[in-house]
T-cell receptor
Framework: GQNIDQPTEMTATEGAIVQINCTYQTSGFNGLFWYQQHAGEAPTFLSY??LDGLEEKGRFSSFLSRSKGYSYLLLKELQMKDSASYLC??????????WGAGTKLIIKP | GAVVSQHPSWVICKSGTSVKIECRSL??????MFWYRQFPKQSLMLMAT?????????EQGVEKDKFLINHASLTLSTLTVTSAHPEDSSFYIC?????????????FGPGTRLTVL
């Protein structure tokens, strides 16, 4: 079966750095997305990785290792508004998005 | 660019009635749209994949006669929840894939919160 694993919940301090991991086992791979979702709102796009390595975009970076079936989202200089759920999603061989259950990130002052 | 709208944003209805939710891609063409449902504190659950001009593909466990999907044009898909019941109360989100992008990003609508009394 297809499986995406990410921690259920993480807590971090304002101004700090947090890394949210995602491991996947899917039938084929055509890229990995990270989305941010605030409570009661739809997901918003953060990043897309299809090749190995680190993609940096401002305070957010995303890393991918296809051989390990592993990705992480790195958030720097955390702000209170970063409190949200972070969803990892993999595009499988049929170009369908397989979603992880999401990681709820709690930012404390 | 790549904006997806949904209407209505929220709806409250009586049990047994039907509710139609519209999903529109405003500035791009979308041959494929996706309908998701999300219960509180849970992740997105794909209900069906909607392809323009053809029948939708439903995920296992989703009743196609209860959740009617129509994708009549490249910019509009509709989801009709027929004979709604309280257990259908949920957050319904659509997304659309932009033909013009080289990768497989889905752009999400703002969601529709359905409450069935």
């Amino acid at each position: 079966g297809q499986n995406i694993d990410q921690p259920t919940e993480m807590t971090a301090t304002e101004g700090a750095i947090v890394q949210i991991n995602c491991t996947y086992q899917t039938s084929g791979f055509n890229g990995l997305f990270w989305y941010q979702q605030h409570a009661g709102e739809a997901p918003t796009f953060l990043s897309y990785n299809v090749l190995d390595g680190l993609e940096e975009k401002g305070r957010f970076s995303s890393f991918l290792s296809r051989s390990k079936g592993y990705s992480y989202l790195l958030l720097k200089e955390l702000q209170m508004k970063d409190s949200a759920s972070y969803l990892c999603a993999v595009v499988d061989s049929n170009y369908q998005l397989i979603w992880g259950a999401g990681t709820k990130l709690i930012i404390k002052p | 660019g790549a904006v997806v709208s949904q209407h209505p944003s929220w709806v409250i209805c009586k049990s047994g009635t039907s509710v139609k939710i519209e999903c529109r891609s405003l500035d791009f063409q979308a041959t494929t749209m996706f309908w998701y449902r999300q219960f509180p504190k849970q992740s997105l659950m794909l209900m069906a994949t909607s392809n323009e001009g053809s029948k939708a593909t439903y995920e296992q466990g989703v009743e196609k006669d209860k959740f009617l999907i129509n994708h009549a044009s490249l910019t509009l898909s509709t989801l009709t929840v027929t004979s709604a019941h309280p257990e259908d109360s949920s957050f319904y989100i659509c997304s659309a894939r932009d033909l013009g992008t080289s990768y497989n990003e889905q752009f999400f609508g703002p969601g529709t919160r359905l409450t069935v009394l």
